[in-house]
């Protein structure tokens, strides 16, 4: 099993980025899909997550109307659309995969958001 996230790095405020997460080793289509954060210090936290279906989302409050996750069933992938960032969206970006008690963490991807 293995999730590799992608498309870190360092954005000004404002700026955007597009995450991505390949999954393989396991039936992508049916796990739902998370993307958690943990910035410097502090613990880790829930992104955003899409249903297996892709026919449901939620978001942290702190990141609705700026963050979009969607994902291709197709290509075993899932994405993170980050517009707007702040500073405060600095941290270390994890992608998950859940299904019933099976869980699966990628090694993360660093997003500074820094003038």
Do not use: H
């Amino acid at each position: 099993v293995q999730l590799v996230e992608s498309g870190g790095g360092l954005v000004q405020p404002g700026g955007s980025l597009r995450l991505s997460c390949a999954a393989s080793g396991f039936t992508f289509s049916t796990y739902v899909m998370t993307w958690y954060r943990q910035p410097p210090g502090k613990e880790r936290e829930l992104v955003a997550e899409i249903g297996s279906a892709a026919g449901s989302t939620n978001y942290a409050d702190s990141v609705k109307g700026r963050f979009t996750i969607s994902r291709d069933n197709a290509k075993n992938t899932v994405y993170l659309q980050m517009n707007s960032l702040k500073p405060e969206d600095t941290a270390v970006y994890y992608c998950s995969a859940r299904a019933s008690i099976r869980r699966y963490w990628g090694q993360g991807t660093q997003v500074t958001v820094s003038s």
